[in-house]
């Protein structure tokens, strides 16, 4: 980079103030930069972003700049459609200056995945420059897109972006000088290819004289030459050429000197004395060194010196070129030999097209086999999950009936294995993903008790008829809620604790997680199963993980299995950052475990449910002993092991026995009166029909607690023996959150009537049940129909607020469905009416497939209830939506009693919504200074109301750009604050009018002022 100014830097060198440099300032010269006026092709750089005066800014900091001796060509792009366009166009773009946040939140990313994925152009730098950086975190948005810098738009300082420019243009000339000499690799091995058919040394010289006339672009042709013993020439020896090219191809034959400058020949000897190439603005002299014949020299005049980092390509050429006339030679010596031999080569030559021909039907069998199993997953995905998704959708509805506690356990034990059912089938799905390095986490709240003890209790039948102790503890200090992905987690941890019950005969298995290292946002848990099996030999351990393989074979035989689990369980380990260890002992058993770190969730915690309480532990088991101790005291009881003081008795024992109430009680002589026993079982009574935890204080009736071991259940059996009988909530709540009210569905008429009929199309009997039982579960009215062509008849008929349509169906599929009622709408002007698409494919291009059919959502089977009464919520409108309270309509774009400055109407109704604002995105900036947060949702409000104000006016005068300008300025600030259903309005939005679908911005925008009202009730609240 060439310095025109020098005067604007110190003595020492070192560059002057930013704002100097904002003046009329260029950086200090790079060292591997040559002063002077820059002379080659400029840089070319696209500036990306929707702001003009990033534009102006970065052109004028940039003004002068030079690199390498080359300044800068200007391109811009003010969205990222026009970015596209002109990458199209121009494929030597070398930097792009990249906004984010244009005509869409995520406009740069989505060019960022188009650039390297679409156009594979993986030399152009990408420095990414937001205005906005929560809106697209550095570590996210690094980890997951091909970026090489991300900035904040206030680093437009001069020194900032012209170290940023050389940094980017010095790997751009970095990754170009590499492509070229792939492509001269490339290109030598093509020539190397098509040479060696030549099967004399004229043909092949004749070869190589066309290709490096073609690649050192000769004046006048090239030659070949090498030494030949002359008689008449003093001394025997002379240079005769043996090919030429151009105007040496009639001197074949002829001595070198009588057709060559003296000068060229002087320069030919001295190459070949100094056995070296020589290359010089006049003429080339390329040796071809051979280990038995005399080396061969090429030499042509040619116009410019080849550069340096052509050299090496050069070298290497030549090499080649070299065992080419090698072979060449050896094959006419053996050809002249014996002839006979050409039939043989002819006849391997046939063998070898052959083969080849054999090995493109196979290539072609391969990948049509590839594609039909494609196709086979795809449709056992289907099969499998429409029955399972009857089978889930029952037990989730059974679920909100009235159950006694023992059979609401017992359901969830059967909820749990179908849902492992579930994850086998997602397991063979996701396989191919594995090894194609395709898998992605997810990244969802995780009650971690929850997840370990349901893979304990699932394998406790099995671990139960095996007569084996299977325990499963988790560190009390770890956090109630966490960040991960259930499932791969539960994935890996049932596999590892599968495998011990499967292979050990006598003794335990315990499964525990304990946290190792505990911080305010991150805590790293380390898992263990540990168990007293048939342990592994040191030798088997290494090919352990390998897929299809056990560490013997006969475990085939006698355990059964395929050997693939433990391969899948250490690349998903591996993904999480963790990675399986095994310590075994042939013979004693065996631990695995792996260690990973997890985010925490923030979450209320409640207070300790057994504060007060003093509890005996009279446990056999140390392990178990310990593990019932923790939990206790975690949970706020005092642990003791005594029967303690007249004065200070203990509310109840805890024991581990069998039938017998006084096996595990022998230290104690006798049971004090007023103590109740909790009894952990490793087997319940087969007659017995109290629920985990079921007993009566009144009476010497134990409380049973099965094994292995659940948290909750021990405490509420501790509760009940203390006669704290916990209170049970009142509805079932909902497996996503949020509770049911049963209440009875209105009719169709009456949802008809209140714009709120759902319309359903489902050819499967059973799935059509379970649907219509979660809608009337959750209180909405649906008309069901059998196909798609029944449903299309329904909808032209009536009046649906949305439609559940099953995506593979007989006559007319879900997708042919969603086509039919867009090209109606459209014809006749109707509104669109939002289509859900319920799918048992579980393969995540189902979903785009369904998004370009013209559908708005995906639910995926099996359907659980919170999931349907999400996007219900979502897509349904509210019950009075824009009916004032004289019966007719309220302000245009407002729903009733909302206005668009956000005055709130004197006695209005409290929200039945949920808060518009979350408390903990604003305390986690501003703490919990209620005053702050109050002034600062009042700036908020006073500000976006008047946002919202020329949103309207925009509307009114349909001047879209303007519309969509507001919207992108609300939905930011509404994120901002944390108002995320105002933000989500605000974006769909945004993207309507980006996507030119004008039938929903009214809808949209009243959305967005009904919002806004909820901001302003919230604030006069705080």
């Not at 037990?395 to 849902?419: C, F, H, I, K």
């Not at 259930?486 to 049932?494: A, G």
């Not at 009988?725 to 009210?741: C, I, K, Y």
């Not at 979502?874 to 309220?890: I, T």
Request: with cysteine; aromatic share 4%; glycine share 8%.
């Amino acid at each position: 980079m060439a310095a025109r100014n020098p005067a604007k830097s110190d003595p020492a060198g070192a560059p002057m103030s930013d704002e100097l440099l904002f003046a009329d300032e260029t950086p200090p010269a790079e060292p591997d930069s040559v002063p002077g006026k820059a002379a080659g092709k400029p840089w070319p750089i696209l500036i990306v972003d929707d702001d003009q005066a990033v534009h102006a800014t970065t052109r004028m900091v940039l003004r002068g700049f030079e690199y390498l001796d080359r300044e800068l060509e200007f391109l811009s792009a003010w969205s990222g459609a026009e970015a596209r366009d002109i990458l199209v166009r121009r494929s030597d773009v070398a930097v792009i200056l990249l906004d984010v946040v244009m005509e869409s939140d995520d406009a740069g990313l989505q060019l960022v995945h188009f650039i390297r994925r679409e156009l594979a152009n993986h030399r152009v730098r990408i420095v990414l420059r937001t205005g906005q950086p929560g809106q697209a975190p550095e570590r996210d948005v690094i980890f997951h897109y091909d970026i090489n810098d991300y900035r904040s738009k206030t680093e437009l300082t001069a020194q900032k972006l012209f170290t940023t420019m050389v940094t980017a243009l010095r790997s751009y000339r970095d990754i170009s000088v590499i492509e070229g000499h792939r492509r001269g690799m490339e290109e030598i091995v093509v020539v190397s290819s098509q040479l060696a058919d030549r099967r004399s040394l004229a043909s092949f010289a004749e070869g190589t004289l066309a290709h490096l006339d073609a690649t050192l672009q000769g004046r006048d042709g090239a030659l070949l030459c090498t030494r030949a013993v002359d008689p008449e020439r003093p001394g025997g020896a002379s240079l005769r050429i043996v090919q030429g090219s151009g105007r040496f191809r009639a001197e074949v034959g002829r001595l070198l000197g009588t057709c060559l400058a003296p000068p060229a020949v002087a320069a030919i000897e001295q190459a070949l004395a100094a056995d070296q190439d020589f290359l010089s603005p006049e003429h080339a002299i390329l040796l071809f060194r051979s280990s038995h014949h005399p080396p061969l020299v090429c030499y042509t005049a040619m116009p410019a010196v080849p550069s340096d980092d052509d050299r090496p390509l050069l070298d290497l050429f030549c090499a080649r070129i070299a065992v080419g006339f090698d072979n060449v030679r050896l094959y006419e010596d053996l050809a002249a030999l014996n002839r006979n031999l050409e039939g043989e080569v002819a006849e391997r030559t046939r063998d070898l097209v052959a083969a080849s021909r054999v090995a493109d039907a196979a290539r072609a069998e391969a990948e049509a086999a590839n594609r039909a199993k494609s196709l086979f997953l795809a449709t056992m995905s289907h099969e499998i999950r429409t029955p399972m998704n009857g089978i889930q959708g029952m037990l989730e509805l059974l679920e909100y009936t009235t159950l006694n506690p023992n059979q609401r356990e017992l359901l969830a034990v059967v909820r749990d294995s179908a849902g492992s059912l579930l994850t086998i089938i997602d397991d063979i799905l996701d396989f191919s993903k594995i090894e194609a390095g395709r898998l992605e986490l997810e990244r969802l709240p995780i009650t971690l008790a929850a997840l370990v003890e349901g893979v304990a209790e699932t394998l406790a039948p099995v671990a139960r008829k095996k007569a084996l102790k299977l325990d499963v503890f988790i560190d009390p200090a770890i956090p109630p809620r966490l960040f991960g992905d259930p499932v791969r987690l539960r994935q890996i941890l049932f596999n590892l604790a599968g495998n011990a019950v499967k292979f050990t005969e006598t003794g335990s298995v315990l499964l525990k997680a304990m946290a190792t290292r505990l911080g305010q946002a991150h805590v790293t848990i380390r898992f263990d199963v540990i168990d007293t099996g048939i342990g592994i030999a040191e030798g088997d351990r290494r090919r352990l993980f390998q897929p299809f393989s056990q560490a013997e074979s006969s475990i085939t035989r006698r355990f059964g299995g395929t050997g693939l689990g433990l391969s899948i369980c250490r690349r998903l380990a591996e993904l999480m950052a963790g990675r399986i260890t095994v310590d075994s002992t042939p013979g004693e058993g065996s631990t695995f475990g792996f260690a990973i770190t997890l985010a925490v969730a923030p979450e209320n915690v409640p207070p300790p449910p057994l504060t007060g309480l003093r509890v005996a532990v009279a446990v056999g088991d140390p392990r178990l002993s310990t593990a019932v101790a923790g939990y206790l005291e975690a949970d706020g009881a005092t642990v003791v092991s005594g029967p303690g003081e007249p004065g200070d008795p203990v509310a109840a024992v805890v024991v581990e026995t069998g039938a017998d109430l006084e096996e595990g009680l022998d230290r104690w002589r006798k049971l004090p009166a007023g103590v109740s026993v909790v009894r952990l079982l490793r087997r319940l009574p087969i007659n017995s029909t109290r629920a985990p935890g079921g007993g009566d204080p009144a009476t010497t009736e134990p409380f049973d607690v099965p094994l292995p071991l659940r948290r909750s259940q021990l405490v509420r059996a501790v509760l009940a023996a203390a006669g704290r009988r916990p209170v049970e909530a009142a509805g079932p709540l909902l497996s996503g959150g949020g509770r049911v009210d049963p209440g009875k569905p209105p009719s169709i008429d009456e949802a008809r009537r209140l714009g709120r009929l759902i319309l359903v199309a489902e050819d499967h009997p059973t799935n059509r049940q379970v649907i219509q039982r979660q809608l009337d579960l959750l209180g909405y009215a649906a008309h069901l129909t059998r196909d798609g062509l029944e449903a299309l008849t329904a909808w032209r008929n009536g009046d649906y607020a949305v439609v559940l349509s099953d995506c593979q169906m007989p006559e007319l599929d879900g997708f042919g469905l969603a086509a039919a009622i867009r090209s109606e709408e459209k014809a006749a002007g109707r509104p669109r009416t939002p289509i859900v698409a319920i799918t048992a494919n579980a393969i995540a291009e189902e979903t785009r497939k369904c998004l370009e059919a013209g559908m708005d959502a995906t639910l995926t089977k099996p359907v659980g209830v919170a999931a349907l009464k999400q996007v219900l919520e979502r897509w349904l409108p509210a019950v009075a939506e824009n009916v004032g309270p004289d019966g007719g309509a309220g302000p245009a774009g407002c729903p009733t009693g909302a206005s668009p400055d956000g005055a709130v109407p004197p006695g209005s109704p409290p929200d039945p919504l949920p808060e518009p604002i979350d408390r903990r995105a604003l305390a986690s900036l501003f703490g919990d200074d209620d005053h702050l947060i109050a002034q600062l949702i009042g700036e908020f409000l006073a500000s976006n109301q008047a946002i919202y104000q020329d949103l309207q006016a925009a509307l009114g005068r349909r001047a879209w750009d303007e519309a969509r300008r507001a919207a992108h300025m609300l939905a930011g600030a509404a994120r901002t604050v944390g108002a995320p259903a105002l933000a989500e309005a605000a974006s769909e939005l945004e993207l309507c009018l980006v996507d030119h679908s004008f039938d929903t911005v009214g809808d949209l925008a009243a959305i967005a002022a009904a919002e806004l009202q909820r901001i302003a009730r919230y604030a006069e609240r705080l």
